[in-house]
Each structure stands twice: as structure tokens, then as C-alpha cells.
């Protein structure tokens, strides 16, 4: 079965870039191809209600952890920066991604940081 990926958009010192979110509501793969970075995690809900996304653990040496649940309030927008060492899977379905669980519909912008 084929994920969904969510592309990343890789920034720059010094650079800006317009970024458009992609709305997601089922889980899906955000690409953390590459070395390990620091990589933003901006989830926008439009919705009526609170929506929670969960960050599942990645299954590389650095992922010996539990899963991240970050909580969206309606109207609001939450920011998370995450190691993708810890989160990336370095094998199986979600090979070179991090895979994202949403509970409702969220709007999506991923981001690899400037090392």
C-alpha cells in the first residue's frame, strides 16, 4: 500500500519562502529524507472543535521513545520542532518519513531547518 507524503520544504540561513499548507486528514508520511535535521511541524485547525496530531516514534537507533501528541485548539495554530532522527523510520512502509496521524482535518507546513 502506498503512503501519502507530505513533502518538506528545506529553508536557508537568511531565506524566506512562501509555503503553502496542504490539508490532512488521515495519516501520512512527512518526508525526512536525508541527514537528521531539526524539522517544523506547523498544524493550522480551521475546525469547530480540538484536533490532536501524533507523531509516532521512528523505528532507527535514535527512536527508544514514545509517540508525540500535540494539541491544535479550534481556531489556533500550534508549532513543533522535532529531531527527525528520532522520529524517522529507517525501514519498512514509512522508510525515509515520519509518519503523522491527525484526529480531525488539520492544514499542514513542514519545514527542514537551517543546520
Excluded: C, W
Aim: glycine content about 10%; cysteine-free.
Amino acid at each position: 500500500m502506498a503512503i501519502t507524503a507530505h513533502a518538506k520544504t528545506t529553508l536557508k540561513l537568511n531565506e524566506g519562502k512562501v509555503i503553502d499548507a496542504t490539508s490532512r486528514s488521515a495519516v501520512f508520511g512527512a518526508e525526512a529524507t536525508g541527514g537528521d535535521y531539526k524539522t517544523l511541524f506547523v498544524f493550522n485547525n480551521a475546525g469547530n472543535a480540538s484536533a490532536t496530531a501524533t507523531i509516532a516514534v521512528g523505528n532507527g537507533i535514535q527512536g527508544a521513545g514514545s509517540d508525540l501528541v500535540v494539541t491544535v485548539a479550534s481556531g489556533k495554530t500550534a508549532y513543533l520542532v522535532v529531531d527527525s532522527g528520532y522520529f524517522k523510520n529507517v525501514s519498512g512502509e514509512y522508510k525515509d518519513y515520519i509518519k503523522v496521524t491527525p484526529s480531525a482535518s488539520l492544514s499542514v507546513t513542514i519545514v527542514e531547518l537551517p543546520q
